[in-house]
């Protein structure tokens, strides 16, 4: 029986079943779970979904920020670019229930004592304990009647600094950001959502939020995520595990055994 993790899917299809064949997945012992981003850009989104939906109990997920938008698209608030890659899911027979699977997934799950996911990885001020709270705060909103409201409001940079006091959809979207879309840090403690590459030495006012100290963080502890492709799974850190490393791009898809350590891949076929 293995856990694995892994990293953003994006809807390329054939790609996350060659990874699973690879390492022998068997969903009779073996569980999956994702880190967010499992549709959009690429080319097999209702595939994707169906799959990882019909593996029941042997699956699990964070959202990424590409599933919270595809919701917002489902719902009618936002209108699907063409590069969102997303209709033949949208007029399938199955997207409400897909749609409505998606909306019970949370923003950060603890896999056990010294393991977290989430899509973009842990806020530099919050501990394992905070985050799951916070994510929880998140979910009970998008599994509630109010959840076109949240969706309908979500979007947008501010707040782009954590204050406990902060309520209402300001907090929701903070919390939001901060599990979906946080690369970088400016200014110690606000999320910088501008820059999308890799780090560089040559950029001192802004910092990967990972190299942020963290005094909650404590040793032996690991934060599981992806979203941040242009890594290519380089951190410099065995405390803090890319996951991402660009399948949709043309690089290669991962998977992380959590109970060995070791790291899978595929490299992209063009499919």
């Known amino acids: 029986m293995a856990d694995f993790i892994v990293g953003d899917i994006q809807g390329c299809y054939s790609g996350l079943r060659r990874l699973l064949d690879k390492v022998k997945f068997d969903p009779q012992c073996d569980k999956l779970w994702g880190v967010g981003d499992l549709i959009a850009r690429g080319p097999d989104s209702l595939k994707t979904l169906s799959f990882l939906y019909d593996l029941g109990v042997a699956f699990d997920t964070v959202l990424g920020n590409h599933d919270l938008h595809f919701l917002a698209i489902y719902a009618g608030l936002k209108t699907p670019k063409r590069n969102d890659n997303l209709s033949p899911l949208l007029r399938s027979d199955r997207v409400d229930e897909l749609a409505h699977w998606l909306r019970t997934k949370p923003l950060a ?36 009647e109010q959840w076109l409201d949240f969706l309908s409001q979500m979007y947008g940079n501010q707040p782009d600094r954590w204050d406990p006091a902060l309520q209402g959809i ?64 380089q951190t410099e850190s065995t405390q803090y595990i890319a996951l991402d490393t660009g399948y949709v791009w043309g690089n290669a898809m991962t998977l992380l055994n959590l109970q060995s350590g070791k790291k899978t891949q595929v490299q992209n076929k063009g499919s």
């Open 109 to 144: 799950l603890r896999l056990n004592k010294h393991s977290l996911i989430s899509h973009a990885g842990l806020y530099p001020k919050w501990s394992f304990k905070k985050a799951v709270k916070l994510s929880e705060e998140v979910s009970t909103v998008l599994r509630s």
């Open 170 to 233: 300001e907090r929701l979207r903070f919390i939001t950001n901060a599990f979906t879309r946080m690369r970088y840090i400016k200014d110690a403690d606000r999320l910088e959502f501008e820059t999308k590459t890799a780090p560089t030495k040559n950029n001192t006012s802004i910092v990967p939020w990972f190299n942020v100290p963290n005094v909650k963080m404590k040793p032996k502890r690991q934060v599981i995520f992806g979203h941040w492709a242009t890594l290519m799974g």
